[in-house]
């Protein structure tokens, strides 16, 4: 596959997006040409509803060319553009953080400021990614499944307005939580565990090992080092193909204990991570009884929450589809 450079990025933008609708369109507009400048190509302001079919009109004019198509939003409006070009390699998919959590741009390292996101254009590289895929839905960095991760995403969607708050303040006060929760129960099926197994956390997560974040700030922090040292949610691993399965039994002693690593980013080296590796996972809800063996539940995706209903199959997809990553 040819690392070429694109002469041009195009850019699909969700209007809908927190930053734009903070910004307005015309600045968001004039601030990432600024920096793109003669490489700028096209600018498109459409709602979510519009972000696949606007995808599906860019990829018919310009698939094979030597052009990234950038698509501006949140993590719903990414995850809509990956969808409508996966299992393409003419077609090359960047990012722009223009919603509110934008936790799937940080994950890939891209800044959580839009006008320095736009700026790591300037340097990087196309990378062709796993995609998860969990009861047909698909994810780029991973899944939760316990309530408290849930009950974490929740609250930031409250306080995400109140500009009053700072980030640090709405991280632990989001946070909270996990550390005075119960713990969650599942059954586990994988390669490992053919015939199942009992797995029980505060946290349950599932992720991409394709996926490889940034490493954080090294010590002393600041606010801003800390609120990035937390969004490092996925750890460091090069088991491409993969996907893991975390669990962390936290409590009011474990969690506290474990943020050094977190800060310092090898949370997932913590002796106190029960973990396992398989291409393909089964969770089972523990809730089932006889007489109804289907049990409805949220997760959090990619930070969004979905509906699923378990058991949950999550299957890595390989070189699913073809990202611009910065340096």
């Given at each position: 596959?040819?690392?070429?450079?694109?002469e041009?990025?195009?850019?699909?933008?969700?209007?809908?997006?927190?930053?734009?609708?903070?910004?307005?369109?015309?600045?968001?507009?004039?601030?990432?040409v600024?920096?793109?400048?003669?490489?700028?190509?096209?600018?498109t302001?459409?709602?979510?509803?519009?972000?696949?079919?606007?995808?599906?009109?860019?990829?018919?004019?310009?698939?094979?060319?030597?052009?990234?198509?950038?698509?501006?939003?949140?993590?719903?409006t990414?995850?809509?553009?990956?969808?409508?070009?996966?299992?393409?390699?003419?077609?090359?998919?960047?990012?722009?953080?223009l919603?509110?959590?934008?936790?799937?741009?940080?994950?890939?390292?891209?800044?959580?400021?839009?006008k320095?996101?736009?700026?790591?254009?300037?340097?990087?590289?196309?990378?062709?990614?796993?995609?998860?895929?969990?009861n047909?839905?698909?994810?780029?960095?991973?899944m939760t499944?316990?309530?408290?991760?849930?009950?974490?995403?929740?609250a930031?969607?409250?306080?995400?307005?109140?500009?009053?708050?700072?980030?640090?303040?709405?991280?632990?006060t989001?946070?909270?939580?996990?550390?005075?929760?119960?713990?969650?129960?599942?059954?586990?099926?994988?390669?490992k565990?053919k015939?199942?197994?009992?797995?029980?956390?505060r946290?349950?997560?599932?992720t991409?090992?394709?996926?490889?974040?940034?490493?954080?700030?090294?010590?002393?922090y600041?606010?801003?080092?800390?609120?990035?040292?937390?969004?490092?949610?996925?750890?460091?691993?090069?088991?491409?193909?993969?996907?893991?399965?975390?669990?962390?039994?936290?409590?009011f002693?474990?969690?506290?204990?474990?943020?050094?690593?977190?800060?310092?980013?090898?949370?997932d080296k913590n002796?106190?991570?029960?973990?396992?590796?398989?291409?393909?996972?089964?969770?089972?809800?523990?809730?089932?009884?006889?007489?109804n063996?289907?049990?409805?539940?949220?997760?959090?995706?990619?930070?969004?929450?979905?509906?699923?209903q378990?058991?949950?199959?999550?299957?890595?997809?390989?070189?699913?589809?073809?990202?611009?990553?910065?340096?």
């Amino acid at each position: 596959m040819s690392r070429r450079k694109p002469e041009a990025f195009d850019f699909i933008v969700n209007r809908r997006g927190g930053t734009v609708m903070r910004n307005g369109e015309d600045k968001i507009r004039e601030e990432v040409v600024s920096r793109f400048g003669d490489k700028a190509g096209s600018f498109t302001f459409v709602t979510g509803d519009e972000v696949k079919e606007a995808v599906r009109a860019w990829v018919k004019e310009n698939a094979g060319s030597n052009r990234c198509l950038v698509v501006g939003g949140g993590d719903g409006t990414v995850m809509s553009a990956v969808e409508e070009v996966m299992g393409r390699e003419d077609v090359m998919l960047g990012i722009l953080p223009l919603g509110t959590q934008n936790f799937v741009a940080r994950q890939l390292g891209f800044s959580a400021d839009f006008k320095k996101a736009a700026a790591q254009y300037q340097d990087g590289h196309s990378s062709t990614m796993d995609v998860g895929e969990v009861n047909g839905l698909h994810f780029l960095v991973g899944m939760t499944l316990d309530d408290n991760s849930l009950n974490y995403f929740r609250a930031r969607e409250k306080l995400r307005d109140d500009e009053k708050m700072s980030a640090l303040r709405k991280a632990f006060t989001a946070a909270a939580g996990v550390l005075g929760r119960n713990s969650n129960r599942f059954t586990i099926y994988s390669d490992k565990h053919k015939k199942g197994k009992k797995i029980e956390g505060r946290i349950i997560a599932i992720t991409n090992n394709s996926v490889e974040p940034v490493p954080v700030h090294p010590l002393p922090y600041n606010i801003k080092s800390y609120r990035d040292a937390l969004m490092q949610v996925v750890g460091r691993r090069k088991r491409a193909g993969k996907l893991s399965l975390y669990v962390f039994k936290g409590g009011f002693l474990g969690t506290p204990a474990m943020l050094p690593d977190v800060l310092r980013g090898t949370w997932d080296k913590n002796p106190s991570i029960e973990k396992d590796t398989s291409a393909e996972f089964v969770v089972d809800a523990p809730e089932k009884s006889e007489k109804n063996d289907v049990v409805e539940k949220s997760i959090v995706l990619d930070g969004e929450i979905k509906k699923v209903q378990y058991p949950l199959k999550v299957r890595i997809l390989r070189r699913a589809v073809r990202m611009f990553k910065p340096k």
